[in-house]
């Protein structure tokens, strides 16, 4: 589907999906770059991909202008294809566990989630007071990992508790 004008009504709701508030009402985010589209449509969370080329994928695809792909970018120079994503849902806590609590810099979370692929972490728990998952910085410095790993976020005095009992 071609969409021209970028008063679409599309387009303001994938501009929307840049804010937290969003993010959490609608359970979706947004992924710039071809390699993060890649490594969502591997995982099967991509709704929708959104993209300047001609180019069709197995979900639903919007060829958009530049102009477009520049409003719903958080980027200063937008890539050529963005998805917009399901939350993934996290499975029980297993295997080798990681804690982290106030991690507040998007950057540091997103190289914390490669660190964790690279060191074979299975469970990364994100205490509430960390920052949104979600976060396109995040999401840009995992590099894609945010793909590999199971990432939970709750409250870390019930699991901290939980684990203990195990």
């Known amino acids: 589907m071609k969409i021209t004008s970028i008063n679409n009504p599309k387009v303001a709701y994938w501009a929307k999906l840049k804010m937290k508030k ?5 359970h979706l985010f947004i992924v710039e770059s071809e390699n993060l ?50 939350f993934i849902l996290p499975d029980d806590i297993k295997g080798n566990v990681l804690l982290l609590d106030h991690i507040q810099d998007p950057g540091n979370l997103g190289t914390i989630i490669r660190s964790c692929v690279g060191f074979d972490v299975d469970t990364l728990v994100l205490g509430d007071t960390c920052v949104d998952l ?5 999401l840009r410095a995992s590099e894609g990992n945010i793909f590999k790993l199971n990432i939970v976020r709750m409250d870390l005095k019930d699991v901290i508790k939980a684990l203990k009992e195990k």
Do not use: Q
Request: hydrophobic fraction near 35%.
């Open 134 to 138: 979600y976060n396109d910085k995040v």
């Open 37 to 86: 589209v890649n490594e969502a449509l591997k995982k099967g969370i991509v709704k929708e991909i959104i993209t300047t080329e001609d180019k069709e994928y197995k979900v639903d695809t919007y060829n958009v202008t530049p102009e477009i792909m520049a409003k719903i970018s958080s980027l200063v120079t937008p890539n050529k294809v963005m998805a917009v994503c399901n």
């Open 22 to 26: 969003y993010r959490d009402v609608e």
